[in-house]
């Protein structure tokens, strides 16, 4: 079973940035595609953002509003989302989340349901 563990969250000023940081176990995120969602308390996860393995391809929600910006360094195991100009509205819990299949290198998805293994969630509070 693969485990997914994000980190970076924290508290932020409105405007604010935050760098969020996601990696599995083994290091075998650097051979899958990687999405971040996020979920408010009694709500669907929302997609923020993806990328392929190789990070030659990604994906954003039209919703973020080009604030966000997703990365990875197969190197170092790590797939990060840069979160930009943030609002009182982006606090939530961001998830990670990882395909099970490797080397995918078409498009990566948008929907949940696409990805296997999830982290437990940072959470992104942001003061206004």
């Known amino acids: 079973q693969v485990q997914v563990a994000e980190s970076g969250g924290g508290l932020v000023q409105a405007g604010g940035s935050l760098r969020l940081s996601c990696t599995t176990s083994?290091?075998?995120?650097?051979?899958?595609?990687v999405g971040w969602f996020r979920r408010a308390p009694g709500k669907d996860r929302e997609f923020v953002a993806s990328?392929?393995?190789?990070?030659?391809?990604?994906r954003y929600a039209d919703s973020m509003g080009g604030r966000f910006a997703i990365s990875r360094d197969n190197l170092k195991s790590m797939v990060y989302l840069q979160l930009n100009s943030l609002e009182p509205e982006d606090t939530l819990v961001y998830y990670c989340?990882?395909?099970?299949?490797?080397?995918?290198?078409?498009?990566?998805?948008?929907?949940?349901?696409?990805?296997?293994?999830w982290g437990q969630g940072t959470q992104v509070t942001v003061s206004s």
């Open positions: 990328i392929n393995w190789t990070g030659h391809s990604s």
């Open positions: 989340a990882a395909q099970h299949h490797s080397f995918v290198a078409s498009a990566p998805s948008a929907n949940s349901a696409d990805y296997d293994y």
């Open positions: 083994e290091g075998t995120v650097s051979s899958k595609a």
